[in-house]
């Protein structure tokens, strides 16, 4: 009789807990669609939105779709495929609401991604989410890789679903694709995702009885789906020739890599490794995230799930390839990695019998997670975290300090005449600030341009002005001025001659702030604009305009301000703009570094 009254009084505690447990996610989802909206939710920063925006309108303003390079005057003709639907939404969001509503867009990508990935989630997948929205903010910025990250998630979703239940709306696939191969050149992950789908359920066959004849099953009724989502690749303007732009992508993939950080493979070191101690710091997220998918994997192995071992081992190899794959590869750890440890939790009740005990820890495990969400929520806010690393963006809508907009109008504003000269960061930006008036020299389309073009802009930033290469490449294509980037990071660095420019005797500077330079060429036509607006480099006040009264942005002009009045020797003003700025934020680690260089200078 009380054997079978306890049997009869765990079934309404069993349904509690599982009440509860269900409720414990819902909160936890919550909050992690809040702290990734807030993680999303940052000014513009990155370098291609400005071409991928000029594509939008050159495509609105000219009907018509074109197959080579338009926007700059070295490679002008050449061969470029680009899909052009997320050009003419960023065209159409900018006309709306500015920068402002790009960087809305950004958030909502962000947590739009996130919410697919907890569509049929459990407590480990939300956990896991946590762990894995910097990662996904950092590539759902508004450019056209947005699309693929959040597309990304909705593949991996509904394939998982179908892997778990045979069940999932698999005529979504095909529609998706062509709207996906229309946005971004990253609907091959789409495609490697059906290949991954195929290849887990071909592992599940080497299982006999139900397994094998369950996933035989899944295959059957999901490759009609499959063949017609590869089909819909081809809906597309170009048709096959798209594969033809990636094929060139891939053969760009060398150079993206030595150059472009985003394309680099991941420096594994002692240093990176103790960063994920620092919870509250996300820049140990990836290396969570990769400890995460390496139990998982051998939980699965464990456990006899050789397909979700075996995509989680696929995913970390190429997220430690390339970092620009990290948000792609925290999709597949929270929803593969998730659910494994879910399956595996649910094996230990024999272990763990004890409802109310195994309540209360993930309550625990909740609970800290919450916290954690709030902390770094709190950090994204008060911009705590944007001004303690090397990160441009700030928490909010609208542009990056960063960009040269100030010298961008002045440009504009004096009519000045001839090709400008820029480097590879500034140049989408001043193709859609300043196009179709002015063409640029270079932006971020390695495709147009090749290798050679792009090593050829870092020698020439690193070249004394009055030498025959700069001499050479402006009397090439009529290069009368130079417009660069002094921020201190990615801008100054690569501009080391800055001091040597301002003396030069063929180059004069006309326009100069903390974050950005112009610099005429002496001509007939320019002589006017030279002795009207030269600037004079031992004297010209910097920061430029009066620093803004919010912290964040005021700390960003004294610390540029600083960088700048360091390459020009003026070290003393130099020292008082980094003592601004670091009443502002005093945990600016580049700050430090840059008065320890000079004390070293002063001798002090």
């Given at each position: 009789m009380t054997s079978g009254a306890n049997k009869v009084d765990s079934?309404?505690?069993?349904?509690?807990?599982?009440?509860?447990k269900h409720g414990l996610f819902v909160a936890l989802a919550l909050v992690c669609l809040v702290y990734a909206f807030l993680a999303g939710l940052r000014t513009v920063t990155d370098y291609d939105l400005g071409w991928q925006m000029a594509t939008g309108r050159w495509v609105a303003q000219h009907h018509a779709i074109f197959s080579t390079d338009v926007f700059s005057y070295t490679a002008q003709g050449q061969p470029w495929i680009y899909p052009i639907v997320s050009g003419l939404i960023f065209y159409?969001?900018?006309?709306?609401?500015?920068?402002?509503l790009l960087s809305w867009l950004g958030a909502g990508a962000c947590m739009g991604t996130v919410a697919l990935l907890l569509r049929r989630g459990s407590l480990p997948v939300a956990a896991f989410a946590v762990f894995a929205i910097p990662r996904i903010a950092a590539r759902t910025g508004p450019r056209a890789e947005l699309f693929t990250v959040v597309l990304f998630a909705a593949f991996l979703s509904i394939l998982w679903q179908q892997y778990q239940t045979?069940?999932?709306?698999?005529?979504?696939?095909?529609?998706?694709?062509i709207g996906w191969v229309n946005l971004h050149l990253g609907f091959v992950s789409g495609l490697a995702l059906l290949g991954a789908y195929a290849g887990v359920e071909i592992l599940e066959m080497a299982f006999p009885g139900d397994r094998r004849s369950h996933a035989r099953s899944r295959l059957k009724q999901s490759y009609p789906w499959m063949l017609a989502t590869f089909a819909a690749t081809l809906l597309n303007p170009w048709g096959w020739n798209i594969y033809r732009a990636l094929l060139l992508q891939e053969s760009a993939m060398k150079t993206h890599s030595q150059w472009i950080t985003e394309w680099?493979?991941?420096?594994?070191?002692?240093?990176?490794?103790?960063?994920?101690?620092?919870?509250?710091?996300?820049?140990?997220?990836?290396?969570?995230?990769?400890?995460?998918?390496?139990?998982?994997?051998?939980?699965?192995?464990?456990?006899?799930?050789?397909?979700?071992?075996?995509?989680?081992?696929?995913?970390?190899?190429?997220?430690?390839?390339?970092?620009?794959?990290?948000?792609?590869?925290?999709?597949?750890?929270?929803?593969?990695?998730?659910?494994?440890?879910?399956?595996?939790?649910?094996?230990?009740?024999?272990?763990?019998?004890?409802?109310?005990?195994?309540?209360?820890?993930?309550?625990?495990?909740?609970?800290?997670?919450?916290?954690?969400?709030?902390?770094?929520?709190?950090?994204?806010?008060?911009?705590?975290?944007?001004?303690?690393?090397?990160?441009?963006?700030?928490?909010?809508?609208?542009?990056?300090?960063?960009?040269?907009?100030?010298?961008?109008?002045?440009?504009?504003?004096?009519?000045?005449?001839?090709?400008?000269?820029?480097?590879?960061?500034?140049?989408?930006?001043?193709?859609?600030?300043?196009?179709?008036?002015?063409?640029?020299?270079?932006?971020?389309?390695a495709i147009p341009f090749g290798p050679e073009r792009f090593q050829r802009q870092v020698q020439l930033l690193r070249t004394p002005p009055d030498s025959p290469e700069w001499q050479q490449e402006a009397d090439a294509y009529g290069i009368n001025i130079i417009l660069v980037s002094l921020a201190r990071y990615d801008g100054l660095q690569f501009f080391p001659r800055l001091n040597e420019f301002c003396a030069s005797q063929k180059w004069a500077p006309v326009y100069l702030d903390e974050t950005s330079a112009v610099l005429v060429r002496h001509t007939p036509d320019t002589e006017a604009l030279i002795h009207r607006s030269l600037a004079d480099c031992?004297?010209?006040?910097?920061?430029?305009?009066?620093?803004?009264?919010?912290?964040?942005?005021?700390?960003?002009?004294?610390?540029?301000?600083?960088?700048?009045?360091?390459?020009?020797?003026?070290?003393?003003?130099?020292?008082?703009?980094?003592?601004?700025?670091?009443?502002?934020?005093?945990?600016?680690?580049?700050?430090?570094?840059?008065?320890?260089?000079?004390?070293?200078?002063?001798d002090r």
């Open positions: 079934a309404p505690a069993s349904a509690e807990i599982s009440h509860q159409a969001g900018f006309q709306l609401g500015g920068f402002a045979g069940r999932a709306r698999l005529w979504l696939l095909p529609l998706l694709m680099a493979s991941v420096r594994l070191n002692w240093a990176w490794a103790t960063s994920v101690m620092a919870l509250r710091d996300t820049k140990g997220a990836f290396l969570s995230l990769l400890v995460v998918a390496v139990i998982a994997m051998l939980v699965a192995m464990l456990r006899k799930q050789p397909g979700a071992a075996a995509l989680l081992a696929g995913s970390s190899y190429l997220a430690v390839r390339h970092v620009r794959l990290q948000a792609l590869f925290a999709c597949v750890v929270v929803v593969v990695a998730g659910t494994v440890i879910s399956s595996a939790i649910e094996g230990t009740k024999s272990f763990l019998p004890d409802l109310r005990l195994r309540s209360i820890l993930a309550a625990g495990v909740v609970a800290l997670t919450v916290l954690l969400s709030i902390a770094r929520s709190a950090d994204l806010v008060s911009n705590r975290h944007y001004l303690g690393s090397t990160d441009t963006a700030l928490f909010g809508a609208g542009l990056s300090w960063w960009f040269p907009e100030r010298a961008a109008a002045f440009v504009e504003r004096e009519h000045i005449p001839g090709q400008i000269f820029n480097a590879y960061d500034t140049g989408g930006y001043l193709v859609w600030r300043l196009g179709p008036q002015y063409r640029d020299y270079i932006d971020g389309r031992a004297t010209v006040r910097l920061p430029a305009t009066t620093p803004s009264k919010r912290p964040a942005e005021a700390f960003h002009q004294w610390a540029n301000a600083a960088s700048v009045l360091y390459a020009l020797g003026r070290n003393s003003e130099a020292l008082a703009a980094t003592d601004n700025a670091l009443a502002l934020f005093s945990d600016s680690a580049n700050l430090h570094y840059l008065r320890a260089n000079l004390f070293a200078t002063m």
